[in-house]
């Protein structure tokens, strides 16, 4: 049975299940596959060094499917600020229809696409930036609790209530991001007033996920409680696996009197984050990762993974009828 949501509708869509935009993950191969098997694949706009760049991989993702895909631009410290505004116009001008933005200072994007009457999914992590954001047009929130990778604010709300809360003051459709790696977790986001789930770390865990074997099987063999907040004295956390690198920066944060960004930034690098995607060595350098690690035990095929989706929420919203209060 399919879960239509307003989410489905807006994106033309199977499954309310949006893949996260990710650093050095979000690529052709693994777009296309979320979007044939029935989500909505979303290219990583910074893993391209450039908009040119950015100009091919939408072609090679079009090669690979008809269905429709998205582009994520997050607007973020970043060690060389990108060419925001060349990465947008690319994806645009290349027929891009449907955009993920995140971070800080979204409006002049937001105004953009909005402008050339595209879809916006905007990614945030608090309610007060949800209604912000309502204002300036966007189509759907995308609303990033505690649990998620990568960047999750400074307001620490986990996923059950800030979703409860953006049900009671939003009035657009809205995802969850953040803790949803099974169709139980779907389900139950879907109860609390969301429209779809977004999941990042899950994707990373597919067969089509463009990743080295190595990080898989680590993430597969990993517990919840492997994952750490790194950046928390800079307020720009981030929440990444708990590796040897992860470790020595949290150490060097808590050193008596702080860290400035420039005595962790070669640790951090992004560079050496993909390096660990490459060789499969999970300790080269910092990689994002959700809490969701606890709830992955397998390697998929995207559509194995959204089909079973499916059935698990149906098999969930049908048990609840037999929940007994004793
Ligand atoms: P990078 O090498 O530029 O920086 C590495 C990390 O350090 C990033 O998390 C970045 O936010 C942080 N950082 C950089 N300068 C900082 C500063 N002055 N103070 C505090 N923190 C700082 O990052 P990258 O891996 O090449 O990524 C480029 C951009 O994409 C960054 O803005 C990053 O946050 C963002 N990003 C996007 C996604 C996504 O899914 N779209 C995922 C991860 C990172």
Request: aromatic share 4%; glycine share 10%.
């Amino acid at each position: 049975m399919p879960i239509s949501t307003p989410v489905t509708e807006i994106l033309g869509i199977r499954i309310p299940v949006v893949q996260g935009g990710m650093q050095w993950v979000g690529l052709p191969v693994l777009v296309a596959a979320v979007s044939e098997a029935g989500g909505l694949g979303v290219l990583t706009a910074l893993t391209q060094p450039n908009p040119d760049a950015l100009r091919a991989a939408i072609r090679e993702t079009r090669k690979l499917t008809s269905k429709p895909f998205g582009v994520n631009i997050t607007l973020l410290p970043s060690i060389n600020p990108p060419d925001y505004e060349g990465y947008a116009r690319a994806a645009v001008e290349e027929g891009v229809r449907v955009f993920e933005t995140a971070g800080n200072n979204p409006g002049p994007l937001i105004k953009y696409f909005k402008s050339q009457n595209c879809v916006v999914i905007h990614k945030c992590t608090t309610v007060r930036h949800a209604k912000s954001a309502q204002k300036l047009g966007v189509d759907i929130l995308s609303i990033d609790g505690f649990e998620c990778a990568g960047h999750p604010g400074e307001e620490d709300i986990g996923g059950l209530v800030l979703l409860a809360r953006a049900a009671e003051e939003l009035k657009i459709p809205y995802i969850a991001s953040g803790g949803v790696a099974d169709g139980r977790g779907l389900a139950a986001v879907l109860a609390l007033g969301a429209s779809g789930a977004n999941m990042g770390t899950r994707f990373m865990c597919t067969v089509e996920s463009p990743i080295h074997q190595n990080i898989k099987e680590k993430i597969v063999s990993a517990k919840e409680t492997d994952t750490v907040h790194i950046f928390r004295s800079l307020r720009n956390t981030a929440r990444v696996f708990k590796n040897k690198v992860a470790t020595e920066v949290v150490a060097i944060e808590k050193r008596p009197g702080g860290a400035k960004f420039e005595d962790i930034r070669e640790l951090v690098s992004g560079q050496r984050g993909k390096v660990v995607y490459e060789s499969g060595d999970p300790d080269y350098g910092v990689w994002s990762a959700g809490v969701t690690v606890g709830l992955i035990h397998d390697i998929p095929t995207c559509k194995v993974l959204l089909d079973r989706m499916e059935r698990e929420v149906e098999n969930t919203v049908a048990g609840l009828g037999k929940v007994v209060v004793h």
